[in-house]
């Protein structure tokens, strides 16, 4: 789909970044929504009338190439460092490549968006597999996402990744996160012992969790704010993030004071769920955000 197809939809402006990455903003009647084609990664999402359900560092580095601090990353095709080649980009070269939109559609109540990445010379030469592989987006009051990847290749192959959903909270020692009750997880801040989580996910320091065989909802909880529900199909892992004040202090592209207004809960299949997809098989996921109540 080229550009001028696009300025002829209603509700979209392209726009770019001081430092010239590509924007898509969006002024929906039902939400205000901003994509960039790099990683497919949508920035920002805001139900008309309600609160933002999605974060972004105020110090996110808009730049080509670079992976943006907020939003939904696609980290793949693998999540964390290689699990063999840890010179390798941490998270995969999904979220810094650019993908190609293949339809955009929009009408009073809603507006989708699908965009596709192939394998090419540039990523065979850090993952040596051909794959094709779709986001689509669909927008109205909520946020709903589903994933697809296609093994294109004459061999099977491994992959793990995670929608690396970032979301606002007023503090985050006030906020909780519900549906992960006594299920297993790696705790990556004690060097990835597995633990069983009680009750609620609550806050006091850096957080780095993989929650294993999960695909029930869950909600975000904190006073004085609606509730955000997470609800997903075909992920199996659930990743709990917050990097706490020390770690936070050493990032550029977020302020020292960051981490206490984000909580990262990112639906995929990482780790124990890890993919073996045959050649021609798919996989599909979907993920759906919005607002409680």
Known sequence: MNPSSLDALPYIKQTESADGLPLIEIDHPMFQALLTKQG??????????????????????????????????????????HPTQPQLPQHGFARTLPWRLEMAQADAMSMRFCFML???????????????????????????????????DTQPFELSYALHSYFPVKQIDQASISGLDQLNYLDKVSGSQRKLQAGPVVFAGEVDRIYLHTEQPMQIHEQGRPAINIESEGCRS?????????KCAQMADMPDAGYQQMV???????????LQLAPGERHRARMVIRAAG
């Open 118 to 152: 192939q394998d090419d010379e540039q990523t065979q030469a850090l993952w040596p597999h051909r794959f094709q592989a779709r986001l689509t987006f669909a927008f109205s009051v909520e946020c709903e996402l589903y994933f697809e990847v296609e093994n294109l």
């Open 40 to 81: 497919a990664q949508l920035l920002q999402f805001q139900p008309r009338g309600g609160q933002p359900l999605l974060w972004m560092s105020s110090n996110a580095i808009l730049k080509p190439g670079k992976s943006v601090r907020g939003g939904i990353p696609v980290c793949f095709p693998w999540f964390g460092p």
């Open 264 to 274: 990262c809960v990112e639906c995929g299949n990482a780790a124990d769920n890890t």
């Open 238 to 246: 659930t990743i709990v993030w917050n990097p706490g004040a020390e």
